[in-house]
């Protein structure tokens, strides 16, 4: 029973355009989500997060969005760089669970020069 | 500042062995994770330090794993009697507030 779903193994962008990067969830508890990043043979690194009462959050060139209603998140990359290619994880907690992080599969997304 | 580290980066045993896999987190953070990441699988929570409560060992999926931290810093985990199926990537995290986690660069293991 996957709690948070990461529907694209692997998504390819041209240098410089948008990335879309898509997580949905089937937990109405959960309210706060973030996305990580992850490097071969590193660790994964926190990028952004949002709250439940918020829609949107923005820093530099990542926002990541959150529809409630349709219990779905993206994070959007504007303009995409060679640098962002990399595994993203998107995760999803709950205050009344110890904020243990639910973990999606993973996209990868690979930058087209 | 230094981030959270993790040894060994690798780690090949033989099924039946048992291994240890060591965090020393980012000093003074209160939280510890430990997590496995299998092939082309996302991230699967295995136990949660939080200070001197106890810790949330839920995620566990056998008998054969265990874990401690001592002194509320350093956190072993313990696998005995390894399978092949315990074959995985296995990340450790520690954070202050119960949002953000660090991670580490995690701990190969093979098991043959």
């Known amino acids: 029973d996957q709690q948070v779903k990461q529907n694209s193994p692997s998504l390819s962008v041209q240098e410089g355009r948008i990335s879309i990067l898509n997580c949905d969830y089937t937990n109405s508890m959960f309210d706060y989500f973030l996305w990580y990043k992850k490097y071969p043979a590193e660790g994964p690194t926190f990028l952004i997060s949002i709250s439940s009462i918020k829609d949107k959050n923005e820093d530099g060139r990542f926002t990541v969005f959150l529809n409630k209603s349709a219990k779905h998140l993206s994070l959007h990359i504007v303009p995409s760089q060679p640098g962002d290619s990399a595994v993203y994880f998107c995760?999803?907690?709950?205050?009344?669970?110890?904020?243990?992080?639910?973990w999606g599969a993973g996209t990868k997304l690979i930058i087209k020069p | 500042g230094a981030g959270v580290s993790q040894s060994p980066s690798n780690k090949v045993t033989e099924k039946g062995k048992d291994v240890e896999l060591r965090c020393d987190p980012i000093?003074?953070?209160?939280?510890l994770y430990w997590y496995r990441q299998s092939l082309g699988q996302g991230l699967e929570f295995l136990i949660y330090?939080?200070?001197?409560?106890?810790?949330?060992k839920s995620g566990l999926p056998s008998d054969r794993f265990s874990a401690e931290r001592t002194g509320g810093s350093v956190s072993t985990l313990t696998i005995q009697r390894t399978q092949q199926e315990d074959s995985a990537v296995y990340l450790c995290?520690?954070?202050?507030?119960?949002?953000?986690?660090?991670f580490g660069p995690g701990t190969r293991l093979t098991v043959l």
């Open positions: 995760a999803a907690s709950a205050m009344n669970s110890n904020y243990q992080l639910i």
């Open positions: 330090f939080q200070g001197n409560s106890a810790p949330d």
């Open positions: 995290a520690s954070s202050f507030t119960q949002d953000t986690q660090y």
């Open positions: 000093s003074g953070h209160t939280a």
